[in-house]
């Protein structure tokens, strides 16, 4: 399709239609036809490629990052493609005969359903199937091509091959928020995060960004500080979509400033670019105040990366299976001269490209969220393994996890056992500690990290012999400062993981606790 063909055909019907002029530019239209036909391109090769590839057995690759996320590259990358997942099946290696009985064919159902919409329980899924299986308009639904191909397959009863082939995709709910109710031994985060079961609400499917949508509103109404029009305008906007982009990115290192310009986009119509800007920072003094655990980790974690790379070496994540490394440095720029053949003169071109200094607040930034994925990560790699040994079929991307119908509920079993087996998580913050500021001094009087607390007294030396040599006294007093803010960290850290009785032995009893807790199906669902 010739773009500019298109574009004359669009302005004639823009001039022709006075309501549509009057809502829309030919700018606006002209951008959407020509992202829908990207994406029909997009498509038609999709679908080129499911005739070609019919009928045959293959394996997509899995590439990972230095952190150990698994990711899909190339033409086959499916994730998050509706179109491509209804297509793609698994290979039917079973010889075991097994009946599809009315177990799984419920399972069937409501896992179709689930590309419909969502739901906050399986109790309210099945009510929903049971009132709506030959009603439903499939361009409504949330994934409609999977939705689509799973209706047909069930119309013509081929559940056989529901149950064998078509995959089953559940994901983990919130698994970075998990992993810090893991960190802090939060039961109240774990619960809404879905790793415990909820005592108000069993069979309910919790979701933490509702609770940060409804405690965000309680806390604007109530700060002092902001403006009565401006909080009304806000909580009456202010939804789980605007929600979840302040406060995903913000344990990954989002800025206030950054955050403000999102919310630009989202509150064009009613606010001013300072006023968002305003709501971004209540947003961050809500974050900072009401989850100050979660703010003081992150914190902790970012200050080790800090030190580290201000003494120029490399931060350094660990877990049983690899050790990533993480080294950011500072980009410089370099200048050449071309020859523009079209316009017949010479261009210079900037490039930017790394140079031997570090980059300390790049490093400080970011050390968190490769920490937190480094972890996420080896939680993905142990739940293969584990369904691996339940012979069952498994691919993944992400926290995303994709079996058959019989096997699914072996996943959500699988993930808490492998959190049930990362044990104290003290041990790991200190395991960070340890390989990233003490291991290199080799000390003989080390200790044994994985089972003590660390005291200040001894942090504190530490992280003084981490000091480079001939520093400006500026520097030096930078260095001090953020020592006290790791130690300062630390202790507060302690008192959340530890009780007021900061030892190991308290340490274990509140993790035994825990951990005891974990049992929730509901931890990696539809």
Not at 40 to 56: C, P, T
Request: aromatic share 14%.
């Amino acid at each position: 399709m010739n773009i500019r063909d298109v574009s004359h055909v669009l302005r004639d019907f823009l001039m022709k239609d006075k309501m549509i002029s009057n809502q829309f530019t030919f700018n606006e239209l002209l951008h959407t036809v020509i992202k829908t036909i990207q994406r029909s391109r997009n498509e038609r090769l999709i679908l080129n490629l499911a005739r070609v590839y019919d009928g045959y057995k293959f394996y997509l690759p899995a590439f990972l990052d230095f952190r150990g996320r698994i990711y899909r590259s190339g033409v086959l990358h499916f994730h998050e493609c509706d179109l491509a997942r209804s297509l793609i099946v698994f290979a039917n290696d079973n010889q075991e005969e097994i009946k599809c009985n009315s177990l799984i064919r419920d399972q069937v159902e409501l896992s179709t359903f689930f590309h419909f919409q969502s739901f906050n329980s399986m109790l309210e899924a099945v009510d929903f199937v049971n009132n709506n299986k030959d009603n439903q308009n499939i361009t409504l639904a949330k994934h409609p091509f999977q939705f689509a191909a799973n209706i047909y397959a069930i119309q013509n009863n081929k559940l056989k091959f529901l149950k064998d082939c078509v995959p089953i995709t559940q994901d983990a709910a919130s698994s970075a928020y998990q992993i810090m109710s893991y960190f802090l031994l939060d039961e109240r985060l774990a619960e809404r995060t879905n790793l415990f079961l909820s005592p108000d609400n069993p069979n309910k499917i919790q979701d933490i960004y509702l609770y940060f949508l409804d405690e965000l509103k309680e806390f604007m109404k109530a700060e002092p500080e902001f403006d009565p029009n401006l909080c009304s305008v806000v909580c009456e906007h202010l939804n789980r979509k605007i929600v979840k982009s302040i406060f995903m990115p913000i344990i990954y290192g989002k800025t206030v400033m950054s955050t403000s310009i999102d919310l630009t986009g989202h509150f064009s119509q009613y606010l001013m670019s300072w006023e968002c800007f305003k709501v971004a920072s209540v947003c961050f003094k809500f974050f900072k105040e009401k989850y100050s655990g979660m703010d003081c980790l992150i914190r902790l974690i970012r200050l080790i990366g800090w030190v580290v790379s201000s003494r120029d070496s490399a931060v350094k994540y660990t877990v049983s299976y690899f050790t990533s490394v993480q080294d950011y440095m500072q980009m410089e720029s370099t200048y050449i001269w071309i020859y523009d053949r079209l316009h017949k003169k010479r261009r210079r071109v900037t490039f930017r490209i790394p140079s031997d200094k570090r980059n300390c607040r790049k490093t400080e930034i970011s050390t968190f969220v490769n920490f937190i994925h480094q972890k996420d990560a080896f939680i993905a790699m142990k739940v293969v393994e584990k369904m691996l040994n339940y012979n069952a079929p498994i691919y993944t991307i992400h926290d995303n996890f994709i079996t058959t119908v019989e096997k699914s509920t072996f996943i959500p079993l699988a993930y808490l056992e492998v959190f049930s087996s990362l044990g104290p998580p003290l041990s790991i913050i200190n395991k960070f500690i340890y390989i990233n500021v003490i291991e290199h001094l080799k000390c003989i009087n080390s200790f044994d990290y994985e089972k003590n607390v660390i005291s200040k007294e001894y942090l504190t030396d530490i992280l003084i012999k981490n000091i480079p040599e001939n520093i400006s006294k500026q520097k030096l007093s930078l260095w001090h400062k953020k020592i006290n803010e790791i130690v300062t960290c630390y202790s507060n850290y302690l008192k959340i993981v530890c009780g007021e009785n900061e030892s190991w032995k308290s340490h274990e009893e509140k993790w035994n606790q825990f951990s005891h807790k974990l049992k929730n199906s509901f931890c990696v669902h539809y």
